[in-house]
């Protein structure tokens, strides 16, 4: 099945300052990628996905890359706010016939350093 | 809309026992995954519902099952509890393909004594 990597698992930066977080992927077939965002007490929130037809998408200060032949994706946050503390999750949907679950990284925890 | 929405939010249960839990979807998704989460093993994949037919199912034991009603609301049940259910157990509904957003409710934290 499919497996998912994610690096790194905890990550501090000083407000204002960028972070990348990073994510490969095992299953050659994935064709959608999804991040979420987890607050303390809530369940992952999306904040943004991208599909295999596309290499890169932004919104706002969010932005995820793509590399297919590589079989990574990134995550790449910009001007971090404190509210950007959380931790982040990478997922993929593996191939197959029907309908499968998504296959998740092990989250990294973003700590913005005021 | 409303997003997706669980009862109860937390339980406390003993070894041995069973449990039911209820995930309410977006309204028009007819799609349902469960998901587990714990610090150990992160989130992994339970099983998914569409139209009240399982379409998919995770490396969970038989302990763990599920059903979908006519309007797409959802219950999972785990029998014969064990100390390693402790969890947050997590559902997400979404439209009808496979790339479609799955968006999550909050999560019904289990604590088995």
């Known amino acids: 099945g499919e497996n998912v990597e994610q690096h790194p698992s905890t990550l501090s930066v000083q407000e204002g300052d960028s972070a990348v977080i990073k994510c490969t992927y095992s299953?050659?077939?994935?064709?959608?990628f999804p991040w979420y965002k987890q607050e303390l007490g809530k369940g992952p929130q999306l904040i943004i996905d991208?599909?295999?037809?596309?290499g890169e998408k932004k919104d706002q200060r969010i932005a995820v890359t793509l590399n297919k032949t590589a079989k990574h994706f990134s995550l790449h946050i910009t001007e971090t706010q404190p509210e950007d503390s959380a931790v982040y999750f990478c997922?993929?949907?593996?191939?197959?016939?029907?309908?499968?679950?998504?296959?998740f990284g092990k989250g990294t925890h973003l700590i913005i350093q005021p | 809309k409303a997003g997706v929405t669980q009862t109860p939010r937390y339980l406390i249960k003993t070894r041995g026992q069973q449990v039911t839990l209820s995930c309410s979807p977006i309204?028009?998704?007819?799609?349902v995954s469960w998901y587990q989460q714990t610090p150990g093993q992160g989130l992994q994949f339970l099983f998914e519902?569409?139209?009240?037919?399982?379409?998919n199912k995770g490396n969970f034991p038989g302990r763990f099952s599920g059903r979908q009603f006519s309007n797409s609301r959802s219950e999972m049940n785990v029998s014969t509890l064990e100390l390693g259910d402790s969890a947050l157990y997590l559902c997400?509904?979404?439209?009808?393909?496979?790339?479609?957003?799955?968006?999550f409710g909050p999560g019904t934290r289990l604590t088995v004594l």
């Open positions: 997400a509904s979404r439209g009808e393909t496979r790339t479609d957003t799955q968006y």
């Open positions: 309204s028009g998704h007819r799609s």
């Open positions: 997922a993929a949907n593996p191939s197959g016939g029907g309908a499968d679950g998504l296959t």
């Open positions: 519902y569409f139209s009240e037919t399982q379409r």
């Open positions: 299953d050659s077939a994935s064709n959608y």
């Open positions: 991208i599909r295999s037809n596309v």
